[in-house]
């Protein structure tokens, strides 16, 4: 079972950037399919970005497009997602996701504890 550490959320004002990093242990990285997803008070949660194993596949959420890129660093078991021109609305405990099988149609099946970003206007 994979363990997942999110790290670097805060508060910024709008317009700013901020870079989210997700560090992963206990099974094997580079086989792992990986996303952010984000939860805002009172909402359901919603998938960001993703990203596939060997970095060639990625998704974003049309709401953050152009503004955010997920990457990933096979070495070091480690997830980013680097969040620029930030809006109020990105305001959202932001969860680090992974999952084995098929990049497109998988589900999570590991979620990280979540790392807070507040956007203020």
């Known amino acids: 079972q994979v363990q997942l550490v999110e790290s670097g959320g805060g508060l910024v004002q709008a317009g700013g950037s901020l870079r989210l990093a997700c560090a992963a242990s206990g099974s094997t990285f580079g086989l792992l399919h990986m996303g952010w997803y984000r939860q805002a008070t009172g909402k359901e949660r919603e998938s960001v970005a993703t990203i596939s194993s060997g970095g060639g596949r990625t998704y974003y959420a049309d709401s953050v497009k152009g503004r955010f890129r997920i990457s990933r660093d096979n070495a070091k078991n480690t997830l980013y997602l680097q969040m620029s021109s930030l809006k109020p609305e990105d305001t959202a405990m932001y969860y680090c996701?992974?999952?084995?099988?098929?990049?497109?149609?998988?589900?999570?099946?590991?979620w990280g504890q979540g790392t807070q970003v507040t956007v203020s206007s």
């Open positions: 996701a992974a999952w084995r099988g098929i990049y497109s149609s998988g589900s999570p099946q590991s």
